[in-house]
T-cell receptor
């Protein structure tokens, strides 16, 4: 069963505009959520996280929003830059501290 | 470079052979995790250590897989009698957990790409 879902396999955005990546989860016991960015042939790089007791966290151009009632989180990147082009993974922390990942969304930022 | 390192970066082996991967975590981190990633999927949890103790193993980790972290620093992941289905990227991550309310942000290494022919 897929407890974390990223329903959009890919997203294309113009440079300077907002990128919005979405993630849905099913397990209400998840208490901590993270976004990772991955370039080809590299490991995932941590971007930003949010605790389940918050609904928003900002770090520079990146903002993560959490809607617990809808079991939905999103990552906003403003403004988008060509260097942001990568695969973005949503992850949730469950029992035993292991992370459960979504399948990823490929973001392409066009200049 | 003080990030997580993994060795080798690539490994090609024949079916039935044994392989061993190494992970060196960020030096002060007490937790170390192994994940496996196949094409088009996100990483899947395999096992994790708190210091030298292996605290959890996934059902994905068959008897052919074994992991160790003998001195609570580096870790090794061994796959015996490799099968073609073992072909994947093997990722190591580490984190520092100080207490019950620690956020346990995991930082990943570059991975080891295994190809079983």
């Amino acid at each position: 069963d897929q407890q974390v879902k990223q329903n959009s396999p890919s997203l294309s955005v113009q440079e300077g505009r907002i990128s919005i990546l979405n993630c849905d989860y099913t397990n209400s016991m998840f208490d901590y959520f993270l976004w990772y960015k991955k370039y080809p042939a590299e490991g995932p790089t941590f971007l930003i996280s949010i605790s389940s007791i918050k609904d928003k966290n900002e770090d520079g151009r990146f903002t993560v929003f959490l809607n617990k009632s809808a079991k939905h989180l999103s990552l906003h990147i403003v403004p988008s830059q060509p260097g942001d082009s990568a695969v973005y993974f949503c992850a949730a922390r469950g029992n035993g501290n292991k992370l459960v990942f979504g399948a990823g969304t490929i973001l392409r930022v066009k200049s | 470079d003080t990030g997580v390192s993994q060795d080798p970066r690539h490994k090609i082996t024949k079916r039935g052979q044994n392989v061993t991967f190494r992970c060196d975590p960020i030096s002060e981190h007490n937790r170390l995790y192994w994940y496996r990633q196949t094409l088009g999927q996100g990483p899947e949890f395999l096992t994790y250590f708190q210091n030298e103790a292996q605290l959890e193993k996934s059902r994905l980790l068959s008897d052919r897989f074994s992991a160790e972290r003998p001195k609570g620093s580096f870790s090794t992941l061994e796959i015996q009698r490799t099968e073609q289905g073992d072909s994947a990227m093997y990722l190591c991550a580490s984190s520092l957990v100080r207490g019950v309310f620690s956020t346990d942000t995991q930082y990943f290494g570059p991975g080891t790409r295994l190809t079983v022919l």
